[in-house]
């Protein structure tokens, strides 16, 4: 998919640097903005495909700018911020940021990350599912036609989160920081553990294959 226009907010230079060395690397055309101030009145005149959008910035900081683009488009947004800031991360997915890389980052995965959400946003990523799940949090039901699970709150909570994006993939620590609101200490095992059985609960479903797929070396999504 060439020619496809990626904004990146960024103020430190050697970071956007290296961003639009690979992302121009495959393909893409980029311009770099290192204001938050600056995006609202760029996007008036120009459009973008996909923004890489920092949260620490001088001018506004990434959810400010978050919110004011979210008023007039609806443009793919990648949040770039500091794994530590569980906070700012929970806040920008409940405000409907598409998706999250933690600095430090692998330049090649955010190519891949923009690769992904591009597509999704397109609709290139999945084929429209045979069936549609529906969950019901009053009864902590997951159904499917006429057959119906029932799941424990945690699995409840861990499969809504997958199922907001769908075929995105959610890291372990992502998981842990929507599912676990009070920030207790969880292992990635215990993550593993309740994939595990909440898989297993959905193969009773009468899926073809499993909507819950692990990502090796990276976790889990949901891809009816």
Known sequence: ???????VVEDEDKIAAVLQEYLESAN??????????AVVPWLHDNKADLILLDLMLPGADGLS???EIRKSSQVPVIMITARREESDRLAGFD????????????PK???????????????EARNAPDVRMVLDRSTYRATVAERSV?????????LEVLMTSPGRIFTRDEIMDRIY????????RTIDSHIKKLRRKL???GFAESPLRSVYGVGYKFDA
Request: with cysteine; proline share 3%.
């Open 181 to 188: 609101r009070d920030f207790r200490i969880v292992n990635d």
């Open 203 to 205: 193969d009773t479903l």
């Open 1 to 7: 998919m060439p020619g496809e226009l990626i904004l």
């Open 95 to 106: 405000l409907g940021v598409d998706d999250y890389i933690c600095k430090p980052f692998s």
């Open 28 to 37: 893409f055309r980029t311009e770099r903005l290192a204001d938050g101030a």
């Open 109 to 123: 995965e955010v190519v891949a990350r923009v690769v992904a959400l591009l597509r999704r946003s397109k609709g």
């Open 65 to 67: 700018v978050f919110r």
């Open 150 to 158: 029932s799941l424990t709150a945690l699995e409840f909570e861990m």
